[in-house]
T-cell receptor
Framework: DTGVSQDPRHKITKRGQNVTFRCDPI?????LYWYRQTLGQGPEFLTY????????KSRLLSDRFSAERPKGSFSTLEIQRTEQGDSAMYLC????????????FGEGSRLTVL | AQRVTQPEKLLSVFKGAPVELKCNYS??????LFWYVQYSRQRLQLLLR??SRESIKGFTADLNKGETSFHLKKPFAQEEDSAMYYC???????????????FGKGTLLTVNP
């Protein structure tokens, strides 16, 4: 499968712990996105990378959240001092340089904070 | 700020019946509109975009700027169309081609045999 892959698929953690999610985009895609989806809602934009540069961050991304894409390939999303409100599905998507607007999504990483 | 509204959380139809999934948006300009679909146990994927004016899997959607709507239609629903459907908006003035999408809350379509 050469699609977008995310790891881990599920994470259960206790409040206050740190968690990190990894996303491997489609190899030739230079644009990478993180979205968050909570129950009954559509995906909400968190942040966007073009190559290694983080070009945009949502106000949803509090200072406990940090995302990196150090070599312009895979990306990590870290949440420090998790809170119960962080429980959600974290989706990664990538796209190439065309302007079709098609995002290719991963299967997501589901976070449960107890 | 832009917003996408999908008024129906659930929609149930019988196989062979017409189906229309509603999407309304608020944006002062000319947005790009998309429909994404998520089948059971599959990842979210693009169904169609208004610019391409295509029919995908028998679905069409017309952008109505006067009514600010982008409803998804299919004349004869099939059981395999059962899925969650999300309408999404990209405001071109938000930063060129970053395609930061604003999604609606989604409509779960069930097509009964």
């Amino acid at each position: 499968d050469t699609g977008v892959s995310q790891d881990p698929r599920h994470k259960i953690t206790k409040r206050g712990q740190n968690v990190t999610f990894r996303c491997d985009p489609i190899s030739e895609h230079n644009r990478l996105y993180w979205y968050r989806q909570t129950l009954g809602q559509g995906p909400e934009f968190l942040t966007y990378f073009q190559n290694e540069a983080q070009l945009e961050k949502s106000r949803l991304l509090s200072d406990r959240f940090s995302a990196e894409r150090p070599k312009g390939s895979f990306s990590t999303l870290e949440i420090q001092r998790t809170e119960q409100g962080d429980s959600a599905m974290y989706l990664c998507a990538s796209r190439g340089g065309d302007n079709t607007g098609e995002l290719f999504f991963g299967e997501g990483s589901r976070l449960t904070v107890l | 700020a832009q917003r996408v509204t999908q008024p129906e959380k659930l929609l149930s139809v019988f196989k062979g019946a017409p189906v229309e999934l509603k999407c309304n948006y608020s944006y002062s300009g000319s947005p790009e509109l998309f429909w994404y679909v998520q089948y059971s146990r599959q990842r979210l994927q693009l169904l169609l975009r208004h610019i391409s004016r295509e029919s995908i899997k028998g679905f069409t959607a017309d952008l109505n700027k006067g009514e600010t709507s982008f409803h998804l239609k299919k004349p004869f629903a099939q059981e395999e169309d059962s899925a969650m459907y999300y309408c999404a908006l990209h405001p071109p003035n938000s930063g060129g081609s970053n395609y930061k999408l604003t999604f609606g809350k989604g409509t779960l379509l069930t097509v009964n045999p």
